[in-house]
């Protein structure tokens, strides 16, 4: 837990680098992905589509990307030479509409290092993955146990893995 901790922080240091060549705006992508193995065959193939659909969306428009890994999964860093709120705008596009949105996790920074937040774009909380719910009130309240999140999320990845192979 805490070597996961320790590369978001360096994930973290690396997004301000790339914010202050002040080249565009900093987005970063990776899978939302529950426990503490986030290097799992299923993560890696959700990474793998979410790229996929960044590259869809961003298409002639990143000036530079770095990708990492480690103890917090693959993770993807990229400038994109849009204002931050259209990268926004665009990411919760994919976010929302991607089959494998609800566990796609992407952050657009401003000039200052901090994460734009959903709220400001009149986007509705994310919902639980398992039952609906606010997400927010599932993981405060502890509604479901780990292996069930992980169960749900595996198995749309495999839904969408071979819907999407075929
Ligand atoms: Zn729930």
Redesign the pocket.
């Given at each position: 837990m805490i070597k996961i901790l320790e590369d978001r922080e360096k994930r973290y240091e690396e997004t301000l680098k790339l914010i202050s060549l002040d080249l565009g705006t900093v987005l970063c992508a990776k899978i939302n992905y529950p426990g503490n193995d986030k290097n799992t065959e299923y993560a890696k193939k959700a990474f793998s589509m979410l790229k996929k659909a960044i590259y869809k969306e961003f298409k002639g428009l990143i000036k530079l990307e770095k990708n990492l890994s480690g103890y917090d999964g693959d993770s993807m860093l990229l400038i994109i030479g849009l204002s931050d709120t259209e990268v926004k705008k665009r990411s919760i596009k994919i976010e929302t509409e991607h089959p494998l949105g609800r566990i796609f996790d992407v952050d657009i920074y401003n000039k200052d290092g901090v994460p734009l937040s959903r709220g400001e774009f009149n986007i509705k909380e994310r919902k639980?993955?398992?039952?609906?719910?606010s997400?927010r009130?599932?993981i405060v309240k502890k509604?479901?146990s780990l292996k069930e999140v992980l169960t749900k999320v595996n198995n749309m990845i495999k839904e969408y893995g071979d819907s999407y192979d075929k």
């Open positions: 639980c993955i398992v039952c609906g719910n997400a009130e599932c509604r479901h």
